[in-house]
C-alpha cells in the first residue's frame, strides 16, 4: 500500500459515540421545536458528527457512528438532515452563539 492509499481515515484523538450521545440528541429533539440535523465529515479529530439546530438557533453537537446512522436517526426522529460540507449552517446558528457566547464558555 502506497503512501496515498484509499483506506478509511481514522481520527487521531476520537472515541465513537455513546449511548448517552444518542440519548442528549433525542433529549434535544424532544425538547425544542423546529429541530434539523447537520451531518458533519469525519476530521482530523472526530469521526462523524451530527449538529442539531433547533428554530431559535440553538445548537449542540454530538458523535454518531456513521452518516447512515445520522440519515436512520433523523428519519426516525422526523426531522430533515443536511450534509453540512454541502449547504454550510445557517445563520440563526451563528447569531444564537454570538448572543450565548459567554454562557457557553461555562458549559
Not at 22 to 32: C, P, Q, T
Not at 33 to 59: F, N, Q, S
Request: charged share 30%.
Amino acid at each position: 500500500m502506497g503512501l496515498f492509499s484509499r483506506r478509511k481515515r481514522h481520527a487521531a484523538w476520537d472515541r465513537g459515540s455513546t449511548s448517552e450521545d444518542i440519548a442528549h440528541l433525542k433529549e434535544f429533539v424532544d425538547s425544542r421545536k423546529g429541530v434539523e440535523a447537520y451531518l458533519e465529515p469525519v476530521t482530523m479529530a472526530t469521526e462523524t458528527t451530527v449538529v442539531l439546530i433547533a428554530h431559535d438557533g440553538e445548537w449542540t453537537r454530538r458523535r454518531v457512528e456513521s452518516a447512515d446512522e445520522a440519515h436512520s436517526l433523523a428519519k426516525h426522529w422526523k426531522i430533515p438532515i443536511y450534509d453540512a460540507a454541502v449547504v454550510g449552517y445557517p445563520g440563526r446558528m451563528r447569531e444564537w452563539t454570538q448572543t450565548h457566547k459567554d454562557s457557553r464558555r461555562q458549559l
